[in-house]
């Protein structure tokens, strides 16, 4: 979608292209970027790791299934990792989050005590 409105978008993170890669050529002065945004997947293994550096403008919480329940041990602790993602965003960020999580919502309020619409 962004590279139909003419905006170059890096796609990677958890699968795909790795975010290392995108961050080699952001910071090393002989290589210019090739996109102007990034796409990135984040699992709710990355989110443990506490990071106060990551924040991105836009964020979606897409599912909550147990299919990581052997880490997590509980539902609600699947969906407090995954909203982890929300932690350092401001009024100016935008969160989505699935219609309909209960689990997900509830735990909107801890990490980003912002107004939900």
């Given at each position: 979608?962004?590279?139909?409105?003419?905006?170059?978008?890096?796609?990677?993170?958890n699968?795909g292209?790795p975010?290392s890669?995108?961050?080699?050529?952001c910071?090393?002065?002989?290589l210019k970027?090739r996109f102007?945004?990034?796409?990135?997947e984040?699992?709710?293994?990355q989110m443990e790791?506490?990071?106060?550096?990551?924040?991105p403008s836009?964020a979606a919480?897409?599912n909550?299934t147990?299919?990581?329940?052997?880490?997590h041990k509980?539902?609600?602790n699947?969906?407090?990792?995954?909203c982890r993602?929300?932690?350092?965003?401001?009024?100016?960020k935008?969160?989505?989050?699935?219609?309909?999580?209960?689990?997900?919502?509830?735990?909107?309020d801890?990490?980003c005590?912002?107004k939900?619409?």
């Amino acid at each position: 979608m962004l590279n139909h409105f003419g905006i170059e978008a890096f796609v990677g993170g958890n699968l795909g292209n790795p975010l290392s890669e995108a961050a080699f050529m952001c910071l090393s002065p002989s290589l210019k970027p090739r996109f102007q945004v990034a796409i990135v997947e984040v699992s709710s293994y990355q989110m443990e790791i506490p990071n106060k550096y990551f924040c991105p403008s836009v964020a979606a919480v897409l599912n909550l299934t147990p299919d990581h329940l052997e880490r997590h041990k509980t539902m609600k602790n699947y969906a407090m990792t995954k909203c982890r993602l929300l932690s350092h965003m401001t009024d100016t960020k935008l969160g989505l989050l699935c219609f309909g999580k209960y689990l997900i919502i509830s735990q909107v309020d801890i990490f980003c005590p912002m107004k939900l619409m």
